[in-house]
């Protein structure tokens, strides 16, 4: 799109502002401007955008005439032109600022209508032009509330007032324009190049880069909208609408976050939401985080803390307190997980603990997508169409794809919290920076080294076997996998399956059905239509052994499992992985030793830095008298 730019000087200051709609800052700046410099009337949205924030005033442009202002802005976008041209964007001399007008004197036109900048008006004119201003404020109050915490473009914009505040659709431009001179709304291009140390004459490359999602636009293409012949777009977020050097991105200014009181103790937390000892500690441990007073910090963006938790710790449970703390002090909570199985498993969990609270519940396809409440949760692609709206951000799994090594995601992450806000991160088993940075005492943290029914995790053993694809070709398993196995069956366990590649499932279950033919066999994997379903019918003892890869590595709770690994020295299992899968097994009171095997041909880092790992909590969670057994 295109909009006007323009430079007005009130008391003596100098301000450049962007306009959707010229009439609204003509009422705004009604018998307040002193001088007015329109240094465009339709320019690129980022071009414009980009003139407004980098514009440096002296009080020598009191005395500019059109051909100072030209080529100091000129000057400004000097990269920007010469893209363009090197795009086959040849124009005319002079352009883009071919119009360029000084209006000096209170009774010069300047904003295109028929009104002046400033002058005196008659008493009549001035009370209605009072009273539109009136109306349009209330307009701009209506459209700041329903866009409060949201970074959207304009399409996404014109859907959520469309549903929300139809009764604005056809003015929604104005009341935007309104909020944005008040202070109250950003409008700024989609992708923009950094505005930092622009200065005229100096001619150093700026990269742009999406302001939704933080990557590089690795595309240009001629466009419509603005007229460029080389409009940069992000391919980055490019699922989730077309993010352009010319698409307006509307995003409401932040809010301060909200502090929350001293914490509970770790009795008061253990009787009121049910948690045991361990879970207890850590989260009293993480409501003293959130009570402390922000820290200087070296590192850009919101204060982190880390609640490391083994699998089956009971996580969701030890965030309730959490979240009670954050609302309790007025604010908004966002908890997001790499999966939309999981955010929906998770959604009447939290509605049933915060009943005057019900969650907007967030993934591709959500009808929720335009619902406020104090609770969001969310997949973690969501976080991209949010900017500083949340005073506590809760991340789940965050050594999980897809947010595990996506920049574009960490970045969505670090955005959504306001200035001041918290961040705690949860995972069984965090990146290796993140356990550096806890053991050095960087990271405020908290281990949860026990599961919630007390008893030690499921230590793995090892059995060595050929590699699979060998054992697929000879047609047998080896004796010591098929007993383990067979032990497995006898004590009634369901088992899971876990093999590297989707391309070994179907070989291995007609191998499998040979061998046990009474028992129910199935597989599945990420290419799976029938997924659900098969993961359904193993959960109610349908299905007894499921063959599978790591899609189903976490998430899915199965109470009488044991665990098996094929392959289990494959680069495709790094030690979080094998630490993820093993701890599929032992998560019932009623059956914590599940078997856990890790069979290979080859005893790799991963396999032992698992198992330490393992041992490891285990011997934490002895000494701080956590364990029944």
């Given at each position: 799109?295109?909009?006007?730019?323009?430079?007005?000087?009130?008391?003596?200051?100098?301000?450049?502002?962007?306009?959707?709609?010229?009439?609204?800052?003509?009422?705004?700046?009604?018998?307040?401007?002193?001088?007015?410099?329109?240094?465009?009337?339709?320019?690129?949205?980022?071009?414009?955008?980009?003139?407004?924030?980098?514009?440096?005033?002296?009080?020598?442009?009191?005395?500019?005439?059109?051909?100072?202002?030209?080529?100091?802005?000129?000057?400004?976008?000097?990269?920007?032109?010469?893209?363009?041209?090197?795009?086959?964007?040849?124009?005319?001399?002079?352009?883009?600022?071919?119009?360029?007008?000084?209006?000096?004197?209170?009774?010069?036109?300047?904003?295109?209508?028929?009104?002046?900048?400033?002058?005196?008006?008659?008493?009549?004119?001035?009370?209605?032009?009072?009273?539109?201003?009136?109306?349009?404020?209330?307009?701009?109050?209506?459209?700041?509330?329903?866009?409060?915490?949201?970074?959207?473009?304009?399409?996404?914009?014109?859907?959520?007032?469309?549903?929300?505040?139809?009764?604005?659709?056809?003015?929604?431009?104005?009341?935007?324009?309104?909020?944005?001179?008040?202070?109250?709304?950003?409008?700024?291009?989609?992708?923009?190049?950094?505005a930092g140390a622009a200065r005229p004459g100096l001619c150093r490359r700026e990269v742009p880069r999406c302001l939704r999602c933080g990557s590089v636009p690795t595309g240009r293409t001629a466009c419509a909208a603005c007229g460029l012949a080389g409009c940069a777009y992000c391919e980055a977020c490019l699922a989730l609408g077309r993010s352009r050097a010319c698409a307006l991105l509307l995003r409401s200014a932040p809010l301060p976050a909200v502090r929350c009181t001293a914490g509970l103790s770790p009795t008061v937390a253990a009787r009121r939401w049910g948690l045991s000892a361990a879970q207890a500690a850590a989260a009293a441990a993480a409501l003293g985080f959130l009570a402390e007073p922000r820290r200087r910090s070296a590192s850009?963006?919101?204060?982190?803390?880390?609640?490391?938790?083994?699998?089956?710790?009971?996580?969701?449970?030890?965030?309730?307190?959490?979240?009670?703390?954050?609302?309790?002090?007025?604010?908004?909570?966002?908890?997001?997980?790499?999966?939309?199985?999981?955010?929906?498993?998770?959604?009447?969990?939290?509605?049933?603990?915060?009943?005057?609270?019900?969650?907007?519940?967030?993934?591709?396809?959500?009808?929720?997508?335009?619902?406020?409440?104090?609770?969001?949760?969310?997949?973690?692609?969501?976080?991209?169409?949010?900017?500083?709206?949340?005073?506590?951000?809760?991340?789940?799994?965050?050594?999980?794809?897809?947010?595990?090594?996506?920049?574009?995601?960490?970045?969505?992450?670090?955005?959504?919290?306001?200035?001041?806000?918290?961040?705690?991160?949860?995972?069984?088993?965090?990146?290796?920076?993140?356990?550096?940075?806890?053991?050095?005492?960087?990271?405020?943290?908290?281990?949860?080294?026990?599961?919630?029914?007390?008893?030690?995790?499921?230590?793995p053993r090892h059995i060595r076997i050929p590699p699979l694809h060998r054992c697929l070709k000879q047609g047998r398993i080896p004796a010591g996998l098929r007993s383990a196995l067979q032990h497995s069956l006898d004590r009634k366990a369901q088992l899971f399956l876990f093999v590297s590649r989707i391309a070994h499932i179907e070989g291995l279950l007609q191998l499998l059905r040979r061998m046990f033919p009474g028992i129910s066999i199935e597989g599945t994997s990420s290419q799976d239509p029938g997924r659900a379903e098969k993961v359904l019918k193993f959960r109610d003892g349908t299905i007894s052994l499921l063959v599978t890869t790591t899609i189903l590595e976490r998430g899915v709770t199965v109470p009488h499992s044991d665990v098996f690994i094929l392959d289990a020295d494959s680069g495709l299992f790094d030690e979080a992985a094998l630490v993820q899968m093993a701890g599929r097994a032992g998560r019932s009171k009623d059956d914590p030793a599940g078997n856990v095997i890790f069979a290979s041909a080859e005893w790799t880092r991963s396999q032992r830095a698992a198992i330490s790992q393992i041992r490891s909590m285990n011997s934490i969670a002895r000494r701080q008298g956590y364990l029944k057994s």
């Open positions: 799109m295109k909009v006007a730019v323009y430079v007005v000087t009130q008391g003596g200051d100098w301000q450049a502002r962007i306009s959707l709609n010229l009439a609204v800052d003509e009422l705004w700046w009604a018998g307040e401007a002193e001088g007015l410099v329109m240094l465009s009337r339709s320019l690129p949205l980022g071009w414009a955008v980009k003139l407004a924030t980098v514009c440096k005033f002296t009080n020598q442009m009191q005395r500019w005439d059109e051909a100072a202002w030209v080529k100091y802005t000129a000057a400004l976008l000097k990269a920007e032109i010469r893209a363009e041209q090197a795009a086959g964007g040849a124009r005319g001399a002079g352009w883009p600022f071919e119009e360029v007008v000084v209006y000096r004197l209170p009774g010069d036109r300047g904003w295109g209508g028929d009104g002046e900048l400033g002058g005196v008006r008659g008493n009549a004119q001035e009370s209605l032009w009072r009273s539109e201003l009136e109306v349009l404020a209330a307009e701009a109050d209506r459209l700041v509330a329903a866009l409060d915490g949201r970074s959207l473009l304009q399409g996404e914009a014109e859907a959520l007032v469309a549903e929300q505040l139809p009764e604005l659709a056809e003015n929604w431009r104005a009341a935007a324009q309104l909020a944005y001179l008040q202070g109250r709304l950003r409008l700024t291009a989609a992708v923009l190049a950094p850009p963006g919101p204060e982190r803390f880390l609640l490391w938790a083994v699998t089956g710790a009971g996580k969701t449970e030890m965030i309730f307190p959490l979240l009670d703390a954050a609302l309790a002090a007025g604010g908004r909570v966002l908890i997001a997980t790499p999966r939309r199985d999981v955010v929906l498993e998770l959604a009447p969990r939290l509605a049933k603990a915060f009943p005057a609270d019900v969650p907007a519940v967030l993934y591709g396809g959500s009808e929720d997508r335009l619902r406020r409440s104090r609770i969001t949760l969310a997949t973690t692609h969501q976080l991209l169409r949010f900017g500083q709206a949340f005073d506590l951000v809760i991340i789940d799994e965050i050594d999980a794809f897809p947010y595990h090594n996506d920049p574009m995601l960490d970045y969505a992450a670090r955005q959504v919290c306001k200035p001041g806000g918290r961040v705690i991160l949860l995972s069984a088993t965090p990146p290796a920076e993140l356990q550096r940075l806890a053991r050095s005492g960087r990271l405020p943290h908290a281990r949860v080294p026990v599961r919630f029914h007390g008893h030690p995790l499921p230590v």
